[in-house]
């Protein structure tokens, strides 16, 4: 594979992940009540921050991308979310839960400034690399709740947080391996 093809690879399974990750949450916390002894309406509130990271985390995120480097950024951003939802699905505390959907919210704000930027450096038919990566995330929007209501059915819902967190950690270190690293994007 080429490595403009293998960058737009990569660059469209960020944008699946990234919605992946921030829609694990929703479905998994109808498992969680048990270990918290909450109930939903009492978990539900401890994803705000993690909504509200990842929204205005994009601004910093964009800036230092345009600063440093499109494709590090990419990466800090499969290692980063992979690490936030691993620490997810390992935390003992409602406070803590809150803590780590912040920190993934905070991570997964990387993909759209940094993502788009890098397809829109890399693609030679801009419109199609568009259209496909849309189709990407929304197959991360679709299949969140399918997947997370597997994984908590099957193996609890911290496993919905872990295996997936895995998974962006394996992306972004096979990334690192075939991506080559750009120069410093300009301003």
């Known amino acids: ?72 950024m990419l990466a800090v951003f499969f290692l980063g979310s992979g690490l936030a939802a691993i620490l997810t699905g390992l935390v003992q505390s409602p406070w803590q839960l809150a803590g780590a959907l912040t920190l993934l919210g905070l991570f997964a704000a990387i993909y759209h400034p940094v993502g788009t930027a890098l397809l829109v450096d890399t693609a030679p038919r801009l419109g199609r690399a568009i259209g496909l990566n849309g189709v990407w995330g929304n197959v991360g929007v679709a299949g969140a709740a399918l997947l997370t209501g597997t994984m908590v059915e099957l193996a609890g819902w911290r496993a919905a947080f872990i295996l997936p967190g895995l998974a962006a950690i394996a992306a972004g270190l096979a990334f690192l391996l075939l991506v080559p690293r750009q120069p410093a994007a300009g301003r």
């Open 1 to 72: 594979m080429a490595p403009q093809s293998r960058t737009l690879a990569f660059i469209n399974l960020a944008h699946l992940l990234d919605h992946l990750l921030m829609l694990v949450f929703p479905t998994a916390v109808l498992g969680m009540g048990p270990a918290f002894g909450l109930d939903f309406a009492e978990l539900l509130p401890l994803a705000t921050g993690g909504f509200i990271a990842f929204g205005a985390g994009s601004l910093p995120a964009g800036w230092l991308a345009d600063r440093w480097n499109r494709r590090d």
